[in-house]
């Protein structure tokens, strides 16, 4: 093969990271995008504040609140240790939480705008026609910003594959534990012979990020399709 | 019955009083300019608008009581609403759309979906997305889809506003249909007094945020007083007639008022339906003796009540009719003062052209002066009454 065992677990490793990591932020992101989008309260401008702080930060500083919060010794982290015994540290489970904790608020940003972009009178419509305020959200306004959720998997998907600065800080370069793709590029140019390491896991990056771009293009396509936008 | 006494306060300083009630039966028009908040009234009804104070009572269920803190949601409420710009749901096909309210309607399903398929014409379109349609099937889909959630009211803002005038008269034949085919009450938003002589029997009229008068559509729209809040029209005189009989060799129609007759082209309703008959004020004629030897086929004779000096050359004769009705005629300032038109003087009136609609047969007029209708005769007649366009005649 094109690639080394340990590349291929850098990638396959990066995959799982960035797959879980979109899994698990798209529920909490679609929830705060409808909040930000359509719920008027005081403070909501702080709230957005504190949603947008991941973009913000410098990722180590990201990486760092997360470990001395999530930490094994983390506010936190000491009882999920203590009680579930579950540490975060070193694991996968903790770069997939990194991950997601940088991306969640690129994938907010898609889902408030696809949310802002959906007709509240179409909701109206659907209430007048029997609908509780729940079920007109899941049958009407879900998946008319079907494409809003899409774009926004995809950049939730793309940063999370890029993400180095706060993983490497809170669950720092194990192999096969957190060593996703740019923490190994960043080994690999810290070894002697590591430049082909180095190539061969930007060749695969730039793969990846094509192919997802790709994909996206042609999922948005069909739903537009179905939503008769086209 | 209809119960609406609600006020509301927006910040942008808009405020809405409406106090008025319409009939638990056929079409009440709520009409004025556009920005006069006839939407807003809507929308409270329907409760995506929530007032201030005040209480909204439909047949026995209450809506709205600030008093007593009630306050239904919308989707309890069981209103149909056809918007202006039909709000069909683009991700679903048309049956989907129109079985979106029905599965939703648990309780009731007295109103059928091959009925109103059927009624509307839209069976060819079940699978097609709402995209694909034009704007007039639309508009007829956004109707069923409103119907099949089985509500007790159906709320129409301008539901014609957004079409041509060719789809317009695609849809108004069907709205007519519903008004005659439901017993269902209709509160239509528009700013058209044409469609609302089609369609409405009681009229709300609405400036500033405020319902100013309320009643039946001949006693409101005769009100003079009127005429500036309900915009410059054409209209003339609205008499509530009954057919009474047909010459179908003449193609001619006889309906009959409280001050006579008037003749017609044939009006596809049976003998005894209830019509109404327009006049434009420049229709008729007046003459001072007994007109012989003129075409036109419809003389009334009456009194002068008033002239009234209208714009450039025109003035504005009212003519009080044997039993009190009261007819416009347009003339010339010049021709009053040839005849020496004086309040007091008897004339004869000679109608040029009548337009002639048909009416709710569930709506009686308080001053109706005829028995009501029989609803069974010639059922067959009634489904062609649905395209009668309003016919002229000269």
């Known amino acids: 093969m094109l690639l080394t065992p340990d590349e291929w677990t850098a990638v396959v490793l990066s995959l799982r990271v960035a797959f879980w990591a979109t899994v698990w932020s798209m529920p909490p992101a679609i929830f705060v995008g409808w909040i930000l989008s359509r719920v008027e309260f005081p403070g909501k401008g702080l709230f957005d504040g504190i949603v947008h702080l991941p973009l913000v930060l410098p990722k180590v500083v990201v990486g760092y609140i997360l470990l001395i919060t999530l930490g094994t010794r983390g506010y936190l982290g000491q009882y999920l240790y203590d009680w579930f015994g579950i540490s975060l540290m070193f694991t996968t489970a903790g770069a997939t939480v990194a991950a997601a904790v940088v991306s969640f608020p690129l994938s907010v940003n898609a889902i408030r705008l696809a949310i802002d972009g959906v007709d509240k009178g179409i909701e109206t419509a659907a209430r007048t026609l029997g609908a509780s305020k729940l079920d007109a959200f899941f049958t009407v306004t879900l998946p008319l910003m079907l494409p809003g959720i899409l774009s926004g998997a995809l950049i939730s998907l793309a940063s999370a594959l890029g993400e180095f600065g706060a993983t490497i800080t809170f669950v720092s370069n194990v192999e096969g534990q957190t060593r996703t793709i740019p923490l190994a590029i960043y080994s690999a140019t810290h070894m002697p012979d590591g430049d082909a390491m180095a190539l061969r896991l930007t060749a695969v990056s730039v793969v990846l990020a094509l192919g997802a771009l790709i994909l996206a293009e042609m999922a948005d396509r069909r739903i537009k399709i179905a939503l008769g936008r086209i | ?394």
């Open chain 2, 1 to 394: 019955m209809i119960e609406i006494d609600v006020s509301l306060t927006r910040s942008t300083g808009f405020s809405l009083e409406a106090h008025f009630s319409a009939p638990g039966m056929g079409v009440t028009a709520l009409f004025g300019r556009s920005g006069s908040g006839k939407t807003t009234i809507i929308q409270v009804v329907a409760g995506s608008v929530k007032p201030d104070k005040g209480r909204i009572q439909v047949g026995d269920e209450v809506f709205f009581d600030s008093a007593k803190g009630i306050d239904l949601p919308i989707e309890k409420r069981r209103v149909g609403y056809v918007f202006q710009d039909a709000r069909l749901f683009p991700h679903l096909s048309v049956e989907n759309n129109l079985r979106y309210g029905q599965r939703r309607a648990r309780h009731d399903q007295s109103i059928g979906f091959d009925a109103v398929v059927d009624m509307l014409g839209i069976k060819p379109l079940l699978k097609r997305r709402p995209h694909t349609l034009s704007g007039g099937e639309r508009q007829r889909v956004a109707i069923g889809r409103a119907l099949l959630a089985q509500p007790r009211l159906l709320l129409m803002d301008e539901p014609l506003a957004s079409l041509d005038e060719m789809r317009k008269a695609e849809i108004l034949p069907y709205l007519e249909r519903l008004r005659d085919d439901l017993r269902l009450p209709i509160l239509y938003v528009s700013h058209s007094i044409d469609e609302v002589l089609r369609l409405s029997d009681v009229v709300a009229a609405v400036q500033n945020g405020t319902v100013i008068a309320a009643g039946p559509l001949s006693e409101v729209l005769s009100r003079r007083e009127l005429l500036p809040v309900l915009g410059r029209f054409d209209l003339g005189t609205i008499f509530e007639c009954k057919v009474k009989s047909h010459d179908i060799s003449l193609a001619l129609s006889t309906i009959t008022f409280a001050d006579g007759e008037l003749r017609v082209p044939l009006v596809d309703r049976p003998p005894g339906a209830p019509v109404r008959a327009r006049i434009r004020s420049r229709d008729v004629a007046l003459s001072l003796s007994r007109p012989i030897d003129v075409s036109v086929t419809n003389r009334l004779s009456g009194v002068i009540r008033d002239i009234r000096r209208e714009e450039g050359p025109y003035a504005d004769v009212a003519v009080e009719l044997p039993h009190k009705g009261l007819l416009h005629a347009l003339v010339t300032v010049e021709s009053v003062e040839r005849l020496a038109l004086e309040p007091g003087m008897p004339v004869w009136a000679m109608i040029k052209a009548v337009a002639v609609d048909s009416r709710s047969p569930h709506f009686e007029a308080r001053d109706e002066p005829f028995t009501p209708p029989s609803h069974s005769a010639a059922p067959g007649l009634r489904l062609v009454s649905a395209r009668s366009l309003p016919q002229e005649s000269s």
